[in-house]
C-alpha cells in the first residue's frame, strides 16, 4: 500500500443548517450496522454489501447487514430508503435530481439514499472514495489509504449529476463493471435495456443486399448514378414506407425498447438526386431533409424515441423545420480540433456554432464526443486540457447525454487517467482536475513518481499551446515534430521517465510491489516508444532515425532502434496492447512494416539515386517531388502524406536509367492499400528491361485483387526475382483500376494508387 495520505473531511452547510448534532465516528471499534429496508433485496441490498465488503478491509472488522424491521441498534448506516432513513427521505428528496444522491448524518446514524435505485450504489462509492480513502484508478485496481484509528464525519452532501446519461464507451475501464458504477457512468447494459437500434442504421433499416438490386432508386445518388455505398434516397416515398414496415418489425420483438436509431451510415454521400436537392434548399441542407424524413418516422411510433445522427454533412442545424418533440438529435463532434476548447472557436463553420443552434431548436441533444487519437493509438495525444472547459460548455448548453468515445476494448496512450478524468467530470463538471490529478497519479504510479509524470503531462501540454500547431484525432507523430514531440521535448520526456523508474513508488515499498508500478509506467511510456518509431522513418533528425552512414555513404542500421521495436512488441503483448489504430494495425505488422522499411532503404539497390522518366501523368497534391522519389533512398510508411508518388485516376509507367549495364535479377516496388482515402494498389504490375531503350524484354508480371475492405490499411510488396539478365533500363508498370469499384462509396470517381521506391538489385 502507499503510505497514507492527508485524509481531507468535507463539512457541508445546506440552506443554513444547523450544525449542533455530534459528527459520526467510524473505527474499529464502532457499533455501526449497514440497515436496508424490510425487504433485502434489489439496488439497495448491492449497495449495502458494497459498503459492507469495502468497511471491513479499511476497518478490519465485519459490518453486519440487517432489515430495518430487524434493527434494534444505537448506530445505523441506513442505505436507501427505509423506516429509518423515511423522515430524511422526505424532507431532501426533491433537492435529489435524476440518478443524484445525498449522504446525511444526524450524530447518529449516516444515510445514503437517492431517488433511482442505482443511485444508493453511487452513493456507497462517492462515500468510499471521497471520505474513506478508496480510489479506482483504472479496471480491476482498487486502491485502500491507510486511515486514522477514528474517521470524524459529518456530512451534508448532496451529488446531482451534471448530466443526466453518462458514457466513457470504448474506454476500456468503463468495461469493468464495478469500474463504471464506482464512478457513476452508465455501460452497455444500462444503454441496452434503452436502446433497440444505434447510430449508422440505414444500412441496417434498408439493406444494400437486399434491396439494391430491384430499387437503386432508394439509394444514394452521386454524380449521376445510384451508389450501394452511401446513403437512402430520402426524397423517395417508397424509403420511407419500407423503412417504417422494418423498424416497426423490430420493434415488435423488442417492445420493451423506448429508443430507436433512424440515422445516416457512416459516409458523407448525400443523395444528390434533384428531389433530395429540392429539399436540401428548403430546409438549409442534409441535415435540414434528415429532420424532414426522421420527424415523419417519429410521426408513426409516438410512443417511442427517434434518435439520429447530427454528424459531419448533417452536423449543422436545419432552417425553417425542427426536431419533433420525440426526436433526439445525436450531435457529433469529429471534425474538432482538439488544442483549445470548441467554445473558442466561433466561426461560421465551427462546432460551436452548430451546438447553439441546435439548442435553440431542441434540448434533446446525446453529445458524442471523441477523446483519443483513432489514427494512433499509441501516439501522445495531450488533449486532457480541453476535456473540462468542453464538457462545461455542453452542460451550460443543458446538454443532457453525454457519450465520450474512445477506442473500444484496445488500450490507448494515457488512457488510465483519460478515463479517470472523464468519469469524473461526468458527474461534476466543475470538479478541481488538479487536486483530481494529483490524487490519481500519487496513487496510480506512486507518492515518489508522481511528480515527474505531472511533470511529463505538463511540458507535453504547454509545448503544444507554444506550437499553435492543430491537435486532432487523426493524426500523426510526424505532425507534432516542431512542437511536443520535437528532438529537445523528447529527450526531457525521456529524462522523465528514467527519473522515475529510479525511485520506489513510495517510502518502504515492497519489492513485490515495484513491478506492478513498473508495468504502470511502462504502459504509459509505451507512446514514447511509438513516436519514436514512428518518427525515425521520416529521418528529419540525426535523433530520429533508423540508420547511420558508413564510410562509402550507404545506410547502416543502428542496432539500437531495432531493440527498441522488439522491447515495443513485447511489452505490448505483455501489457495488453493488441491493437495501434482503429482499423485493427497489430504491434506485430508494426514491426513488420518498420523491417520492411529497413530493408528497402539499406542494401545494394543499383536504381538509387537514378534519373527517371514518367510517361503518364503523377498528381501534384501530395508533392513529392515528381517521379526521382521512385529512385531518392526515402521508403514510405504508412502515412500516405509523404514519400508516395500519387497517381489519381492513371496507370503509372516509369523507366529508370541504370546509366551502366548490369546483371539485375530483382525488381521491387511496394503500392499503399487504403480505399478509404480512395488509395488502392494496381490491379497489375509488370516489368521490363532493356539495355538501348527501344527492345524491352517482359521479365515478371503479377495481378493483385483489390479487397472490399474499406478502413485496412497496409503496404502491398510486389517483389519480382528472375533469371539473371543484363539491363540498363528498367521499366515498371502498374495499372489501375482508374475509378473506384461498384461497392465503394465514391463508385466512377478516381482512385488514386501510390508507389514508393523503385529496388533494382
Known sequence: MKKSAPIFLFFLLWLGMSWAQKPIVFSQND????????????????????????????????????????????????????????SVFRKYTKQIRDDGFLLHSDGQNLYIFGN????????????????????????????????????????????????????????IPNEDP????????????????????????????????????????????????????????????????ELCRNLGERMKKEPEKKIWSVSQNDNESSCTCPHCLHLDSLYGGPSGTMIWFVNQVAARFPDKVISTLAYQQTRHAPKDIRPADNVNIMLCSIECPRQ????????????????????RLTHNIFLWDYVVQFRNYQDPFPNLHVIQPNLQNFCQHQVPMVFEQGSGSNITENYEWRTYLIAHLLWNVNLDVDSLRDRFLETHYGEDRAIYIKQYYE????????????LNIYGYPVDAKDGYLSPVKFDYYRSLFAEAYRRLP??????????????????????????????????????FTYFTQDGAGEKQVRPEMISLLEKFVVDCERLGVKQLDEAKYTPQQLYDNVMNFVKKSTGKNWALGKPVTCSTEWSTIYDVGGPKALTDGHAGMMNYHYRWLGFQGQDMDVVIDLENVREVSEIRADYLFYPLSWIFVPKKVTCYVSENQVEWKEVAQKTYANEESLAECKIVDFDFTFAPVNVRYVRVKAESLRVNPEWHRGVGQPCWIFCDEIVVK
Request: glycine share 4%; aromatic share 12%; charged share 25%.
Open 340 to 359: 483549445h476548447p470548441m467554445s473558442t472557436d466561433t466561426s461560421v463553420r465551427s462546432f460551436q456554432r452548430d451546438l447553439d443552434d441546435w439548442c
Open 116 to 171: 433511482e435505485p442505482v443511485a444508493d450504489l453511487y452513493g456507497v462509492y462517492h462515500l468510499l472514495e471521497n471520505y474513506l480513502g478508496c480510489s479506482y484508478t483504472a479496471s480491476r485496481q482498487i486502491h485502500f489509504e491507510p486511515l486514522p484509528d477514528e474517521v470524524v464525519l459529518h456530512l451534508h452532501d448532496l451529488q446531482n449529476p451534471s448530466f443526466r446519461y453518462r458514457e466513457t464507451l470504448h474506454l
Open 178 to 241: 464495478l469500474y463504471a458504477r464506482w464512478h457513476k457512468l452508465h455501460n452497455r447494459a444500462d444503454f441496452n435495456r434503452e436502446w433497440g437500434m444505434f447510430v449508422h442504421t440505414f444500412q441496417h433499416l434498408i439493406p444494400v443486399s437486399d434491396y439494391f438490386e430491384t430499387h437503386p432508386e432508394w439509394f444514394s445518388e452521386m454524380h449521376g448514378q445510384r451508389v450501394r455505398d452511401g446513403q437512402l434516397c430520402l426524397s423517395n416515398p417508397a424509403v420511407l414506407e
Open 459 to 470: 511540458t507535453m501540454q504547454q509545448a503544444l499551446l507554444d506550437s499553435k500547431q492543430p
Open 506 to 543: 513510495y517510502e518502504d515499498c515492497p519489492k513485490a510491489e515495484v513491478g506492478r508500478y513498473n508495468d504502470r509506467l511502462r504502459l504509459l511510456e509505451l507512446s514514447l516508444d511509438f513516436a519514436e518509431l514512428d518518427l525515425s522513418m521520416y529521418e528529419y533528425s540525426p535523433r
Open 31 to 86: 457499533d455501526y450496522v449497514i440497515v436496508v429496508d424490510k425487504n433485502k433485496s434489489g439496488s439497495s441490498l448491492e449497495a449495502a454489501q458494497e459498503l459492507a465488503h469495502f468497511l471491513e478491509k479499511i476497518f478490519n472488522r465485519p459490518y453486519q447487514i440487517v432489515s430495518d424491521q430487524d434493527y434494534k441498534g444505537k448506530h445505523a448506516i441506513c442505505v436507501g430508503r427505509n423506516k429509518l432513513s423515511e
